[in-house]
């Protein structure tokens, strides 16, 4: 089991995993239903301005095997680029809605929600036009608010929302930032990829000082992991000495059916849930049942 770091806390942990999965046909996909306990109804910013290091696709397939284990979830492409919008086989265009919408107040969440998987799995798309929000909202007022505000008023029905940021800490993660209840930061296991968690904790403490003093860093994965390279090994091992329970259990491997996914506008879990990335994406969505993440955290 070489794509994560196996303690004997962790393989009785996934042996009970397994012991709790039974194949389900769903919506034509041969996919896991996992049993979970915990009834959610929060917000997750998945955050890293650092490109590369498998947000999106962390965003998509933990959207996806939540949804498999009958959790209604939302998935928020706040990105420009839209990777998360064309992962799920939709299509980057305005005539349905898009997050552009729901920044500008011109429509409101129910308008704009698109049915991926019914009933467990709703997107609101990204558009490249997004990119220009950040422009035209510098003069509105509590325009650090505006993603917020219209979350607020329409996700009461969901028991989880994905807030899939783009690979900055511009206005866009800012409104996501301000908009969640936690962070669930990706992080490639590579050295450069820690200068990126640095500053991304750092802007969370800002954030939660001044904006949204409930934000939480809700857990750090990591991704990319190659169980071959002794410096995917090295950083992981820092990471957690560094973070301890913050880290999640799960890792996430370098796996060639995650690329080839998005391809086929569909998340792995979809694609080739036998992979070991689609079932490292179902570890963890088992963890987010457990409430790993999801609890209220000391900031003191």
Not at 92 to 112: N, W
Request: proline letters at 4%; glycine letters at 10%.
């Amino acid at each position: 089991m070489g794509v994560v770091k196996m303690t004997h806390s962790f393989k009785k942990s996934l042996d009970q995993f397994f012991n709790r999965l039974f194949w389900w046909e769903l919506y034509g996909y041969h996919a896991f239903f996992v049993f979970g306990e915990v009834l959610m109804g929060r917000i997750l910013a998945v955050a890293n301005q650092k490109g590369g290091v498998g947000k999106t696709a962390t965003a998509v397939n933990l959207a996806a095997a939540l949804g498999a284990a009958e959790k209604r979830v939302l998935l928020v492409d706040c990105d420009p680029q839209g990777n998360a919008t064309t992962a799920l086989g939709s299509e980057k265009t305005m005539g349905h809605g898009t997050v552009y919408d729901l920044l500008s107040g011109a429509r409101q969440v129910h308008e704009v929600v698109r049915r991926v998987a019914p009933p467990y799995l709703d997107l609101v798309a990204s558009v490249p036009d997004l990119s220009g929000a950040e422009v035209e909202l510098v003069h509105v007022p509590q325009r650090e608010f505006r993603l917020r505000h219209a979350l607020q008023a329409g996700c009461s029905a969901y028991d989880l929302v994905l807030l899939d940021c783009p690979p900055s800490l511009g206005l866009l993660t800012l409104n996501a930032l301000v908009a969640a209840d936690g962070v669930l930061a990706p992080l490639q296991c590579e050295f450069h990829a820690l200068e990126g968690l640095a500053q991304l904790i750092r802007t969370v403490e800002i954030v939660r000082e001044r904006l949204n003093p409930g934000l939480t860093l809700a857990g750090i994965v990591l991704t990319m992991y190659d169980a071959e390279s002794g410096l995917s090994r090295q950083v992981a091992e820092e990471v957690r000495q560094h973070f301890g329970d913050q880290v999640f259990a799960t890792v996430i491997p370098r796996d060639r059916r995650l690329a080839e996914a998005p391809g086929f506008g569909k998340p792995a879990v979809w694609y080739d849930v036998r992979s070991a990335g689609a079932l490292a994406y179902l570890g963890l969505a088992q963890e987010i049942l457990a409430g790993r993440g999801l609890k209220e955290q000391d900031h003191g």
